[in-house]
């Protein structure tokens, strides 16, 4: 995986040593960084929006269909070319889930973070917290709506008040 990738670019699957040296050499060629991540299939992976320490967002983004990542850039058909969404309530979002984006968080900071979460059973494996998260309409969103931009950018107005800001 590119450290800069997003979205399934840059994103690799090698079945064997053979080919994740391959794909190794074709990414260092454009970066000196390369992230190596043991593969999971799971049916869908976990955003868990966390801001200021507190769990925002649920969604559940699923596998492109006949695809192992969430998007399938290299579909000839658009209907495959990424896998549908479903954004619940924080309060439905399985509790180790939850506990794990808020754990991975707190060693970062109280920013805005959208944590990847894979679970499989009873077992739950953060893939990435992201420092930038999208929050895109219709899909983060889907569940508070607008609710979810008052209370980050209320979360970013507490802040520039508490630094004489405004």
Known sequence: KMPESSFSVGVY????R???ADKLA????ESALALVQEFLYTEYDWRIGVLNGRAIYACKY?????HWQIYNHGSKRKSNQAGGFETIPTFEAPRKVLEAALKACSII???LYGVDI??????????????????DHRIEDAYLGDELYMMV???FLNRMERRGLR
């Open 13 to 16: 699957k090698a079945e064997n």
């Open 18 to 20: 053979v080919e994740l």
């Open 26 to 29: 074709v990414m260092f060629k």
């Open 62 to 66: 699923f596998m492109a269909r006949d």
């Open 109 to 111: 900071g109280k920013g």
């Open 118 to 135: 894979k679970q499989r059973d009873n077992q739950v494996y953060v893939i990435e917290v992201n420092d930038n998260p999208n929050i």
């Open 153 to 155: 950018m209320q979360e």
